[in-house]
């Protein structure tokens, strides 16, 4: 077959309703990609308090992966989006996580202690000015056991060893650790409530950062 003079078999147009159905089916596919990454894979969180300074400062927002605690557990030292132990409190808290089921855990002069260990912890703002204990079926601070009625300290029936956290239940603790409303205040946080790991400062743009 001849090709006219000045084109060539690459030159040859698709029809525009072509054109036109191939960007309109990408972009269905784009936005459904997108709900589904909002929807069932990641979403934001707001910081609204100084709890987590200085790792996570107030009005930053965070990216969460919603599908980490679906596929497998906590892990010590992530940064977790869970329920509160206390209908009372807000909707969700972001905390990090200091101790996991079977681990023994200890603060004493600012120092945490995991399992005898201890922690390095670059992320504090400064040293706990209180001490902490797993012992006896409970979390005493300060050498006082906390109120169960107050606090969500499972039954003694719940626990596996007087001095390991239970299955099923986290110890959780703010970066700010003087200021924070976490584990030593209100107990334990329970594995059914956490529902992602925060894993990226999103905004504001200068403070964009992955969280280790």
Same mark, same amino acid.
């Given at each position: 077959?001849?090709? /006219?003079? $000045?084109?060539?078999?690459?030159?040859?147009?698709?029809?525009?309703?072509?054109?036109?159905?191939?960007?309109?089916?990408?972009?269905? #596919?784009?936005?459904? =990609? +997108?709900?589904?990454?909002?929807? =069932? #894979?990641?979403?934001?969180?707001?910081?609204?308090?100084?709890?987590?300074?200085?790792?996570?400062? #107030?009005?930053?927002?965070? &990216?969460?992966?919603?599908?980490?605690?679906?596929?497998?557990?906590?892990?010590?030292?992530?940064?977790?989006?869970? +329920?509160?132990?206390?209908?009372?409190?807000?909707?969700?808290?972001?905390?990090?996580?200091?101790?996991? /089921? $079977? !681990?023994?855990?200890?603060? %004493?002069?600012?120092?945490?202690?995991?399992?005898?260990?201890? #922690?390095?912890?670059?992320?504090? @703002?400064?040293?706990?000015?209180?001490?902490?204990?797993?012992? !006896?079926?409970?979390?005493?601070?300060?050498?006082?056991? &906390?109120?169960?009625?107050? +606090?969500?300290?499972?039954?003694?029936?719940?626990?596996?060893?007087? @001095?390991?956290?239970?299955?099923? =239940?986290?110890?959780?603790?703010?970066? @700010?650790?003087?200021?924070?409303?976490?584990?030593?205040?209100?107990? =334990?946080?329970? $594995? %059914? $409530?956490?529902?992602?790991?925060?894993?990226?400062?999103?905004?504001?743009?200068?403070?964009?950062?992955?969280?280790?």
């Amino acid at each position: 077959m001849q090709i /006219p003079s $000045g084109e060539t078999a690459g030159d040859k147009k698709l029809p525009a309703a072509v054109v036109v159905r191939d960007y309109l089916y990408g972009a269905i #596919v784009a936005v459904l =990609f +997108a709900l589904f990454l909002t929807t =069932f #894979v990641v979403r934001t969180f707001y910081i609204p308090s100084i709890s987590m300074i200085p790792t996570l400062q #107030v009005r930053d927002v965070v &990216l969460v992966d919603e599908l980490a605690y679906r596929l497998r557990r906590p892990r010590d030292g992530e940064i977790a989006i869970f +329920a509160p132990p206390l209908a009372s409190q807000p909707a969700e808290f972001i905390k990090r996580v200091i101790g996991i /089921p $079977g !681990d023994t855990i200890r603060i %004493s002069d600012g120092i945490v202690y995991r399992n005898a260990l201890p #922690v390095r912890e670059p992320y504090t @703002n400064q040293p706990a000015k209180y001490d902490l204990e797993i012992k !006896d079926y409970a979390i005493y601070v300060d050498g006082r056991p &906390l109120d169960p009625t107050r +606090a969500d300290v499972p039954p003694r029936s719940l626990w596996q060893a007087p @001095n390991r956290i239970p299955q099923g =239940f986290y110890l959780m603790l703010g970066d @700010n650790r003087n200021y924070s409303d976490d584990s030593h205040v209100w107990g =334990f946080a329970k $594995g %059914s $409530g956490f529902s992602g790991r925060a894993f990226s400062v999103l905004w504001p743009l200068p403070r964009f950062s992955i969280l280790r």
